[in-house]
Each structure stands twice: as C-alpha cells, then as structure tokens.
C-alpha cells in the first residue's frame, strides 16, 4: 500500500512540475491582454515562443505571435510591430495582410502611440498597395482624431498622405 502511495505521489509531483503547456500560456496571455496588462501578455508570449514544442507548431506560435503583435501595440510599442510584421509576413506570409496592419494600427492608437499607427499604417500601405485606398482611410480617420502633433502631420504630408 505504501508503494502505490508514493507513485502516486511522486506521479502528481512530476505532472505538476511540468510547466505550462503552449496552450495554457496562450490562454494566459489572452486573460493578460482582456485584462489590459499587456506587459504580462508580452512577458507569457515571450516565453511560450521560446519554447521548442512551440517553435515545432506553426499553428500555435501564430496563435501567440498574434497575441503578442496586439499586447505590443496596446503597449505603445506601434514601431516593433512594424518590425515584428516584417519578420512574420516571410514566416506566415497567408495570415500577414492588410487587414491586420490595419486593426494593429488601430490598437497602436488607443495605446496613445500615434506615430507607431503611422509606421504600421505605412509600411501596410507599402506591403499592400492593392489595398491603398484602405490604407489612406485609416491615415485620414487617424489625421481626423486630432490627436496627431504636427511633426507627425508633416511625415503623412511629406509621404503624399495628405
């Protein structure tokens, strides 16, 4: 009897070390960014995407990269999506389109970071030129916000934007 115990024991202690599993730090770091605290929504992606098991599953570092594209540009961090957006469109080129610059940029400019929207919006315009009346709407409805300093309204001028 003595024995049974101390496997089960000892099985219940290995299972609980384990870690969480890709899909538990999914699900975390969603409840992170629901919750608007995107830094612990970055930090648990980050993590996750470290993983091998994560790095082996292309559907679920989507997952997470998307989580973490979105806590970045609530996180004002508008710059390193554009970044980010450029490194993915060659790993997932089917799921980087202009409708994602878009709501990043979207995301970006209720985070306060106004001149990251502009980059991502941008470099969308750019990567998707099929889609530039789109892409202009989104720069207007961004320029009719008023919340853009005039540096900024003189980049989207010099760009042609306005």
């Known amino acids: 009897m003595r024995t049974w115990t101390t496997i089960v024991v000892l099985t219940a202690f290995l299972l609980g070390c384990q870690g969480k599993s890709p899909a ?3 699900k975390a770091a969603q409840a992170a960014l629901d919750g608007r605290d995107p830094a612990q929504a970055i930090q648990l992606t980050e993590e996750a995407l470290a993983q091998d098991s ?3 599953d292309p559907a679920m570092a989507w997952r997470l990269e998307q ?8 996180n004002a961090k508008g710059t390193l999506v554009k970044t980010e957006l450029e490194r993915l469109a060659v ?4 799921q980087v ?3 994602l610059y878009r709501s990043l940029a979207d995301s970006a400019r209720e985070g306060g ?3 990251g929207a502009i980059d991502i919006l941008t470099a969308g315009d750019e990567r998707f030129p099929d ?9 207007d409805e961004l320029n009719k916000g008023g919340d853009l300093d005039p540096a900024q309204v003189e980049k989207l001028k010099s760009l042609g934007y306005l």
């Not at 790993?91 to 089917?94: E, G, L, R, T, V």
Request: aromatic share 10%; hydrophobic share 35%; no cysteine.
């Open 131 to 139: 889609e530039h009346t789109k892409f202009t709407e989104a720069i």
């Open 97 to 99: 389109n202009g409708s």
């Open 91 to 94: 790993a997932y080129p089917k």
């Open 113 to 115: 970071d106004n001149a």
């Open 24 to 26: 538990d730090y999914q």
């Open 54 to 56: 994560v790095r082996q």
């Open 67 to 74: 989580v973490r594209l979105e806590a970045l540009a609530r």
